[in-house]
């Protein structure tokens, strides 16, 4: 089967044959056990490390007062409820301070519901106004929480609404709503509100998958692709791009025998409300990050427009030269702007150095097409992928040698 075929053959069972891979479904064990497989088919030592986690359901959501109904979603990872209560409306964190919303409906609108409040437990950032406002809503004890929120560039795939709070930790159940219709039920302060939310949480278990080869006692280098795809979406370009880019690699460097370890890592919850699998890898690497002499992560980089962007951090000159001359032959790759919002931030924040590939038109990607319904398989160019398994596979080569 030709290089083509195979990158096209492993992105349809990703994206397509697995409908989702969100972080502890069914998929998702569907999607790690494949990679494990495939990798150690071409003479890889892969192990699977565990950790627990959350699947969700939801059935939808009725928000009513008195006759009149409103469109509403159950935010994503939320326990569900039952709930007929008053209803009690806050704009500012001001407002929310002063509430009294215990046992009420408690509908979160204008500067409060801005932008999408950072899981309570996310280990990498976390506001201090978002912490405030997280535990002021826990402290007030609301029955249930309505969040009407407006359109925020900053959300992937322009999702309008968006959901304020994605948290699998938060107990507090909530719904989202537009803006619009949080004017219209905002009019209702303080009548009786009927919201039923048919969510549930599924205790579930996670996999991270690393594949090893070469010589341990040497220094490493580690390549990341995250496996996971958001909830709601078949994830092709994110992050089934970036896997199927790792399974090609497995097979270029299947006759590796140089001097340094390599690891490919099939990383599980970068699109998670906690970052598990990120938080497994550190806590497993405690103490043996310095031997890491590059990282490099690999993220939606089968977009079909537009050419794959790599970029580097940390890397002495002699480093990045050697990588920039490595990637010169591809013309398909170029080198772009750094981001910081991928799995290689685990390198950047111990000074290792790092090289991330995803498309040069990221933005594009992520104010249309990144976390929603529409990034599927026929927006991956297959080629680019096996572009990028190359490229990379020259990188490594030169740094090893």
Not at 59 to 76: C, I, M, N, T, Y
Not at 89 to 106: D, F, I, K, N, Y
């Amino acid at each position: 089967m030709s290089w083509l075929k195979k990158a096209g053959s492993y992105l349809h069972k990703l994206s397509v044959d697995i409908d989702s891979r969100r972080v502890g479904s069914p998929g998702n064990r569907q999607a790690t056990d494949f990679f494990a497989r495939t990798v150690a088919s071409f003479g890889w030592a892969a192990e699977s490390t565990a950790f627990d986690c959350v699947d969700w359901s939801q059935e939808g959501v009725d928000l009513a007062v008195g006759g009149e109904l409103f469109q509403a979603f159950a935010s994503p990872y939320s326990l569900g409820c039952r709930v007929f209560a008053p209803l009690a409306v806050v704009a500012t964190l001001q407002e929310l301070e002063t509430v009294q919303a215990t046992g009420h409906v408690l509908l979160l609108r204008g500067e409060l519901a801005k932008e999408q409040l950072m899981p309570k437990n996310f280990p990498f950032y976390n506001p201090d106004q978002h912490r405030q406002i997280i535990a002021l809503l826990e402290g007030k004890k609301p029955a249930a929480i309505v969040a009407a929120t407006s359109r925020d560039v900053q959300m992937v795939g322009s999702m309008y609404p968006f959901p304020l709070i994605e948290d699998g930790d938060f107990d507090i159940p909530s719904v989202y709503i537009t803006e619009e219709e949080g004017q219209r039920l905002a009019g209702h302060a303080g009548q009786e509100v009927w919201l039923e939310s048919r969510a549930r949480r599924i205790p579930a278990r996670g996999y991270n998958v690393v594949a090893r080869r070469g010589h341990p006692s040497g220094g490493r280098i580690v390549v990341f692709a995250h496996i996971d795809s958001r909830i709601g979406t078949p994830g092709a370009n994110d992050n089934a791009s970036g896997v199927v880019s790792l399974l090609l690699l497995a097979e270029l460097l299947a006759d590796y025998a140089g001097g340094l370890s390599l690891e490919l890592v099939a990383m599980n919850g970068e699109d998670y409300f906690c970052s598990p699998g990120e938080q497994l890898w550190l806590a497993q690497n405690k103490g043996r990050l310095d031997d890491i002499l590059l990282g490099i992560n690999l993220d939606d980089v089968g977009y079909h427009k537009g050419k794959v962007a790599y970029s580097l951090y940390d890397c002495p000159p002699e480093l990045a030269a050697a990588v920039r001359q490595a990637l010169a032959s591809y013309p398909g790759l170029v080198e772009g702007e750094p981001w910081y919002q991928g799995d290689h931030g685990l390198f950047l924040i111990y000074y290792r150095p790092a090289l991330a590939f995803t498309s040069e038109l990221v933005g594009e990607l992520m104010a249309e097409i990144t976390h929603t319904p529409k990034d599927r398989a026929e927006i991956v160019d297959p080629g680019r992928l096996v572009t990028v398994a190359r490229g990379v596979r020259d990188a490594v080569k030169v740094v090893a040698s």
